[in-house]
């Protein structure tokens, strides 16, 4: 049977009609669809790296906080060489994990005159201090004085790879001390420096383990300039400290200490 051909003309309408429905439907579809948005590839920048400078300075204007008192003390005697006697205070912290800073400001010094910086600093930052306190009167010759004061220091860290071997040290000489502390730096541990005045250089070379460590030398201000073996060491901060006075007993100097201290504590 053979269809007219007005019904041949109304299929192909409909067909077409279909088709044209289905266009306009898949032309909605699309503009509706959303569009996944392109990736855009920025440079990732890279991780900073703290360099030696970015974690010594101290801090430009330390926050203030209010003095904690010293916790009480575990009174000490070490053993010094040639059976010598050695007084010494031994504050803990918590946790015990925390830095140890060792403190000697020399022989027959006035430990109370360097107490509030050391309480400023454990206010901002929690360690154990061993307080080294020789008693003996100051020695005139500069030969003796070294020798006595590389004698404390080494009854001092003797004692300490006892009591704290897994934490970190922190040595703050002042005077004769300072001018010792380079002589016992050469230790295999996290340890560093900050030297008070010191009266005299090395007597030898610092090996570079040493002279590569953190160190703090406060000088007095003065006409004469910096000695060279102060300003060749690698990572040697100065600080100038007033002419006319110790230095522990000035405000401002003991803001500052603190600061110092509280960054050679934390991790290198």
């Known amino acids: ?33 959303p569009v996944p948005a392109k990736a855009v590839h920025s440079p990732v ?16 204007n330390p926050a203030p906080h209010q003095l904690q008192p010293m916790p009480p003390a575990e009174e ?49 930052r929690p360690a154990h201090v061993l307080w080294l306190e020789d008693t003996q009167p100051r020695q005139p010759d500069d030969a003796l004085r070294r020798s006595r004061a590389v004698a404390r220091w080494t009854a001092a860290l003797t004692w300490l790879d006892r009591r704290s071997p897994q934490t970190r040290w922190v040595l703050l000489g002042a ?19 900050a030297v008070i005045a010191p009266e005299s250089p090395p007597q030898t070379a610092l090996p570079p383990e040493v002279a590569d460590r953190f160190a703090l030398v406060a000088l007095p201000l003065s006409s004469e300039p910096t000695p060279t073996w102060l300003s060749q060491l690698r990572n040697v901060r100065l600080y100038a400290l007033a002419a006319d006075q110790s230095g522990a007993l000035d405000p401002q100097f003991q803001t500052d200490l603190s600061g110092w201290l509280f960054v050679a504590l934390g991790p290198r």
Do not use: F, K, N
Request: with cysteine; aromatic share 4%; hydrophobic share 55%.
């Open 45 to 60: 920048p890279p991780r900073p790296v703290l360099s030696d400078a970015a974690v010594t300075e101290p801090p430009p």
């Open 175 to 193: 005077r004769d001390a300072g001018d010792a502390v380079w002589q016992v730096a050469e230790r295999p541990r996290p340890l560093s420096l």
């Open 1 to 33: 049977m053979v269809a007219s051909p007005e019904l041949a003309v109304s299929r192909l309408r409909a067909l077409l009609v279909l088709l044209l429905a289905l266009l306009v439907i898949g032309l909605v579809w699309r503009s509706c669809r």
């Open 76 to 124: 000490l005697t070490l053993e010094m060489a040639a059976g010598a006697a050695l007084r010494a205070h031994w504050y803990p912290a918590d946790p015990a994990t925390a830095p140890v800073l060792v403190i000697d400001v020399g022989a027959a010094a006035d430990l109370q005159r360097w107490r509030r910086p050391v309480q400023a600093l454990l206010a901002q």
